[in-house]
């Protein structure tokens, strides 16, 4: 008897959780063949933003100080293995699992926010193809944001969900401290704490008159202290000086190259040697002073290194991808590698030009269009412009945006297709 119970038990449970159960199996097959195939275990790339966000890490738990480009959160997730003693190595092995658990969070997610509009299924399809985003199981494997970060903008989304579904106010309040707790993780957060913050506006006396506000308090005194700090060991109070660094040496570099008709090369030129000598306080000045000179009388080239930027963010594939040697020399590797790359190129490409359609439909539509879609196409829309600001990094500024341009997608559906 007790037997029957527990088969009719696991059945019941595969029968309302097939599709999640059928995901995670399918994220593990797939991590496993793509460890498998490009040799991850093997591989020693190293990006220069993984150095510093291992530093900061290091700081954080055996110095108890912050680092100036990498804020709290982010490096108090990066460097939790410190506090127990374990050597530098295992902030690596930890970014790993971190990372993939975000990554297949982040699948889950999507799968569990697309049902509420359309069959099951489509939702099903619809995290598939996140599963398959080749930028975005690549980065991963290395110590870096983006996972954490995607995996909290899907959450906030999600979170939003939920209290559309349910007119409760705890979801939204949770939401926004996550967002803010994510300025930590991600600067640009700020921006998304705005959008967010201006879409609810007429929900603020009821959140602040809430006894969970007291969660959006806390969030608040850890930006605070993030920003104290800074302002009490470099001289400004702000989250971060990645601001200004990455402006001057990609924007405002570019934009004076083509001015002076000299190429550009990250890292190798004069402004960049100039600008890492200048003490904090000095690095704000100079950035803020150089964007509006350029601005005032470099206009042309400004709008051309914009435009730049934003096309090479749209056009290029995973530098993760790029960075992968065929370290045990199989024969299948170079195959498998040019294929990887070229879809991780079209991915970019593609999904991101859907993006930019599906965002400027939703705004055209607006009335017509629900709320949580009409949120993804500001946050859309907000990100990609500001990421402009950067370049060089291959996919890394929209890959974090795939799961909303899918989800965008999906509410698109034909009604025959979505509910058929």
Same mark, same amino acid.
């Given at each position: 008897?007790?037997?029957?119970?527990?088969i009719?038990?696991?059945?019941?449970?595969l029968?309302?959780y097939?599709?999640p159960?059928?995901?995670?199996?399918?994220?593990?097959?797939?991590?496993?063949v793509v460890?498998f195939v490009?040799?991850?275990?093997?591989?020693?790339l190293?990006?220069g933003?993984?150095?510093?966000y291992y530093l900061?890490?290091?700081e954080l738990y055996?110095k108890?100080?912050?680092?100036?480009h990498?804020?709290?959160?982010?490096?108090a997730?990066?460097?939790?293995?410190l506090l127990f003693g374990f050597?530098?190595?295992?902030?690596?092995?930890w970014?790993?699992?971190?990372?993939?658990?975000?990554?297949l969070?982040?699948?889950?997610?999507?799968f569990?926010i697309a049902k509420?509009y359309v069959k099951?299924?489509i939702?099903f399809y619809?995290?598939?193809?996140?599963?398959?985003?080749?930028?975005?199981l690549?980065?991963?494997?290395h110590?870096l944001?983006?996972?954490?970060?995607t995996?909290?903008?899907?959450?906030?989304?999600?979170?939003i969900?939920?209290?559309l579904?349910?007119?409760?106010i705890m979801?939204?309040?949770?939401t926004?401290?996550?967002?803010?707790?994510s300025?930590?993780?991600?600067?640009?957060?700020?921006?998304?704490?705005v959008?967010?913050?201006?879409?609810?506006?007429r929900k603020w006396?009821? @959140?602040l008159?809430?006894?969970?506000?007291l969660?959006l308090?806390?969030?608040?005194?850890v930006?605070?202290f993030q920003m104290?700090?800074?302002?009490?060991n470099?001289?400004?109070?702000?989250?971060?000086?990645i601001d200004s660094?990455t402006?001057y040496n990609?924007l405002?570099?570019?934009?004076?190259?083509?001015?002076?008709?000299?190429?550009?090369?990250?890292g190798?030129n004069?402004r960049?040697?100039?600008?890492g000598k200048l003490p904090?306080?000095k690095q704000?000045?100079?950035?803020s002073?150089d964007?509006?000179?350029?601005?005032t009388?470099n206009t042309?080239?400004l709008?051309k290194?914009y435009?730049?930027n934003l096309?090479?963010n749209?056009?290029k594939g995973?530098?993760?991808?790029h960075?992968c040697k065929n370290?045990l020399?199989t024969?299948?590797f170079d195959f498998?590698?040019f294929?990887?790359k070229?879809?991780s190129?079209?991915?970019?490409i593609?999904?991101?030009?859907?993006?930019?359609f599906l965002s400027?439909l939703?705004m055209?539509?607006?009335?017509?269009?629900?709320v949580?879609f009409?949120?993804?196409?500001i946050?859309? @829309?907000?990100i990609v412009?500001?990421s402009?600001?950067?370049s060089?990094?291959?996919?890394?500024f929209?890959i974090?945006?795939y799961p @909303?341009i899918?989800?965008m997608?999906?509410h698109?559906?034909p009604k025959r297709v979505?509910?058929?």
């Open positions: 008897m007790i037997r029957f119970v527990e009719s038990s696991m059945k019941s449970f029968s309302n097939r599709y159960v059928l995901l995670s199996f399918l994220a593990l097959v797939w991590v496993a460890v490009f040799q991850v275990f093997d591989q020693r190293l990006f933003d993984s150095k510093s900061a890490a290091v055996t108890g100080t912050l680092n100036d990498r804020p709290l959160v982010i490096s997730i990066n460097g939790f293995p050597s530098g190595a295992a902030v690596f092995i970014s790993w699992v971190v990372n993939l658990m975000c990554w969070g982040t699948v889950l997610l999507i569990s509420h099951p299924r939702a619809t995290a598939l193809a996140f599963l398959f985003c080749v930028g975005n690549f980065i991963a494997f110590l944001s983006e996972s954490i970060f995996f909290c903008l899907v959450l906030a989304f999600y979170g969900q939920k209290h579904d349910s007119n409760s979801p939204l309040i949770l926004i401290t996550l967002l803010l707790l300025v930590m993780i991600k600067p640009l957060s700020l921006i998304l704490v959008i967010v913050g201006l879409f609810f506006w006396t009821a @959140i008159k809430s006894p969970y506000s969660l308090y806390l969030g608040c005194g930006l605070f104290y700090t800074m302002k009490t470099f001289g400004n109070f702000t989250v971060s000086y660094f402006y990609y405002g570099t570019r934009a004076d190259c083509l001015k002076n008709n000299t190429a550009f090369v990250q190798e004069v960049y040697a100039y600008f904090h306080p704000k000045e100079v950035a002073a964007f509006k000179q350029q601005l009388s042309e080239n709008v290194a435009a730049v096309v090479v749209t056009t995973s530098a993760a991808v960075g370290k020399n024969g299948y498998v590698d294929v990887f070229a879809v190129k079209l991915q970019n593609i999904l991101t030009g859907m993006g930019l400027l939703t055209l539509r607006w009335k017509g269009s629900g949580l009409r949120l993804g196409a946050v859309f @829309i907000s412009a500001f402009a600001i950067s060089d990094q291959g996919d890394r929209h974090v945006l @909303i899918l989800l997608l999906s698109y559906f979505s509910h058929g």
